[in-house]
């Protein structure tokens, strides 16, 4: 079962411009959101995460919008680097769990 | 990653052979995670753990078992392995729960 529904799956942004990748979950439970980066070879780092008694958090470049009553939360990458060229991943959890079910990912390329 | 190996880094094995993977962390971290990435699926978990002789299973446990006598080591056995098993393998670890995943730079298995 897609607990948690990611897209694009592919992603393709001009160096300076803004990257936005979305996600849906479904289970009310969830209430802790990361966001994950793998560059090739290695294993997802953690970027970024959100929990829902908050609508926005932004760290750098990187911000996370997220809509409670849609269910849905979203990465924006603002002034998209070549460097950013990546595949994301989002992901959801019970808090008290931690054990987090991922989206299928979106694999970002910014051209300079 | 720092604190967290995982081996071997890539296998190749035959149908049917029992393959153990090995996840090993400096962290003294109380949580561990196996997941299986492949294309189109994203990062799905197969087991976890919350302790010494504390382990259960993930969404995708079929054919798969774990094991973990020590804090810092959590196995992963393909009881017999299957092509459908041919994947990369990544473990993860986490304490205290909400503050992200740190993984492992995964195992990269053929069945043959």
């Known amino acids: 079962q897609q607990q948690v529904k990611q897209s694009p799956q592919s992603l393709i942004v001009q160096k300076g411009g803004i990257s936005i990748i979305n996600c849906a979950y479904e289970?009310?439970?969830?209430?802790?959101f990361p966001w994950y980066q793998q560059f090739p070879g290695k294993g997802p780092a953690l970027l970024i995460a959100?929990?829902?008694?908050?609508s926005e958090k932004k760290e750098g470049r990187f911000t996370i919008s997220f809509n409670k009553s849609a269910k849905q939360f979203s990465l924006h990458i603002m002034d998209s680097q070549p460097g950013d060229s990546a595949t994301y991943f989002c992901?959801?959890?019970?808090?008290?769990?931690?054990?987090?079910?991922f989206g299928t990912g979106t694999r970002l390329q910014v051209f300079p | 990653d720092a604190g967290i190996t995982q081996s071997p880094r890539h296998k190749v094995t035959e149908t049917g052979t029992p393959v153990t993977l090995r996840c090993h962390q400096t962290?003294?971290?109380?949580?561990m995670y196996w997941y299986r990435q492949d294309p189109g699926h994203g990062l799905r978990l197969i087991h976890y753990?919350?302790?010494?002789?504390?382990?259960d299973k993930g969404e995708v446990s079929d054919g798969y078992s774990v094991s973990r006598s020590k804090t810092e080591d959590f196995l992963l056995t393909l009881e017999s392995a299957t092509s459908s098993q041919t994947s990369v393998y990544f473990c993860?670890?986490?304490?205290?729960?909400?503050?992200?995943?740190?993984f492992g730079s995964g195992t990269r298995l053929t069945v043959v």
């Open positions: 993860a670890i986490s304490d205290p729960p909400g503050l992200g995943y740190t």
């Open positions: 289970n009310t439970a969830f209430d802790y």
């Open positions: 959100i929990r829902p008694d908050v």
């Open positions: 992901a959801a959890s019970p808090y008290s769990t931690d054990k987090l079910i």
């Open positions: 962290e003294n971290h109380r949580y």
């Open positions: 753990s919350y302790g010494v002789k504390d382990t």
